[in-house]
């Protein structure tokens, strides 16, 4: 069974901050793997999907990596702003048939 | 295009009633999952369609929850009785297929007292 942790649970930064949320996972075949933002009683926000033949997606201040043979994937995100106070949420899919399965998420405040 | 449409949004209701929840999926999306979120937790799946078939509903439970897609399209969730446990916000979301990521509805809040 596919486990995934995200360290830290929880991270306060001041703004400008340049910071790295990390994702394990127990089975390195996966498919791909995706990071997501949630807001406070808001769904999930789709950030980055990283197929498996992939290393890293960068999407403008986000940089996620993905290292499949050590089961690791980080978020980077620079200069960071209080905009970007939410929770992060890695999920990897184990290979094509199957549904998405989640991390517990770092919960992120990012302070004027 | 249009998002993942979720209804209602929030739901209180007391143990052992009945709650429905309704999804429509983003038009052409053939993969559809409800996922459960208890707070402080990740989403954890509860039932994933291909199309109107259901592909894996391992960790439905079963002998009160149910759900079913209409013509492969929009879907509902069923909950009778509900438990206290229950309490927790119910996220639908589709996807194209099996190599694009998921889109999320914004989920039922749902409160069972």
């Known amino acids: 069974k596919q486990e995934v942790t995200q360290i830290p649970a929880a991270l306060s930064v001041p703004e400008g901050e340049n910071l790295v949320l990390n994702c394990s996972f127990t089975?390195?075949?996966?498919?791909?793997l995706q990071w997501f933002r949630q807001d406070p009683g808001k769904g999930l926000t789709s950030l980055l999907l990283?197929?498996?033949?992939?290393r890293e997606q960068t999407s403008g201040r986000l940089n996620a990596s993905l290292d499949k043979s050590s089961g690791r994937s980080t978020l980077y995100i620079a200069a960071s702003q209080p905009g970007d106070s939410a929770t992060y949420l890695c999920?990897?899919?184990?290979?094509?048939?199957?549904?998405?399965?989640f991390g517990k998420g770092t919960s992120l405040l990012v302070t004027p | 295009e249009a998002g993942v449409a979720q209804s209602p949004r929030y739901k209180i209701i007391e143990k052992r009633q009945s709650v429905a929840f309704w999804c429509n999926p983003i038009s052409g999306h053939a993969t559809l999952y409800w996922y459960q979120q208890i707070l402080g937790q990740g989403p954890k799946l509860l039932i994933q369609?291909?199309?109107?078939?259901?592909?894996?509903d391992s960790q439905l439970p079963k002998d009160r929850f149910s759900a079913e897609r209409l013509k492969g399209v929009d879907s509902t969730l069923k909950i009778q009785p509900a438990k206290l446990e229950d309490s927790a916000v119910y996220l639908c979301a589709s996807s194209r297929g099996q190599f694009y990521g998921y889109t999320f509805g914004s989920g039922t809040r749902l409160t069972v007292v």
């Open positions: 999920a990897v899919r184990r290979n094509s048939g199957y549904a998405l399965n």
């Open positions: 089975d390195s075949a996966i498919y791909n």
């Open positions: 990283i197929q498996s033949s992939q």
């Open positions: 369609f291909q199309n109107n078939g259901v592909v894996d």
